[in-house]
């Protein structure tokens, strides 16, 4: 117990610091909340280091696959990144079971690059190791499965986690090294959603 006049002041002046600290914080977007999603209040989705759900392949570089599992750099100045790390939280009791998928919707933009040729690699984000989907053969966004929960949508995973489990995930897409560079600008641009299936 503080019982000098001195030994208040000094703990009012910390807590007060304390104080304006959070809200200045809170403010000047010091603690960044904005990259969480709550789906129907079963999921949690966190899209680490960036804000934006979207994953954007230009038509510069065509590469092997052998290339394109093992990108890894973040944001450049291109404004292309080559993977996106994100991850799944079932935000319900520990004994419940929540099932969702994660799915891309292509933009389709104008003078878009054709699904065909993009690449699409999604791996555990905390081991980087690919799921059982991905091993074999790295698929083209054409020829994924439709979503469940979105008829425009693909699906790259199925799941299943315990109340209060998470999930963590590295997606990579890249321009298939059979796509043949033209002088036009061309992009493929998808958003990544993530649904609870009932």
Partial sequence: MITSKR??????FVMSFVVISLIMAVVFNLVDYSSAVVVNNDVIVNF???????????????????????LSRKMETD?????IDFSVQAN???????????YLID???DYAINSS???VYLTNGSLDIPFSEYHSVVPVYRDLETSESNSSGKRIFEGELKGGETQYFRL???LADTYVVTPEVR???ADIYVKVLT
């Fill in 79 to 83: 404004g292309v990144e080559d993977y």
């Fill in 117 to 119: 040729y993009i690449k």
């Fill in 48 to 70: 680490q280091d960036d804000s934006t759900h979207s994953f954007i392949v230009k038509n510069l570089l065509p590469i092997p696959d052998a290339v394109g599992k093992k």
């Fill in 187 to 189: 992009n493929f641009v």
């Fill in 92 to 102: 319900a009791p520990s004994n419940e079971i929540v099932r969702y998928e994660v």
């Fill in 7 to 12: 030994g208040i002041y000094q703990f009012l």
């Fill in 172 to 174: 990579r897409m890249w």
């Fill in 107 to 109: 933009q389709n933009l």
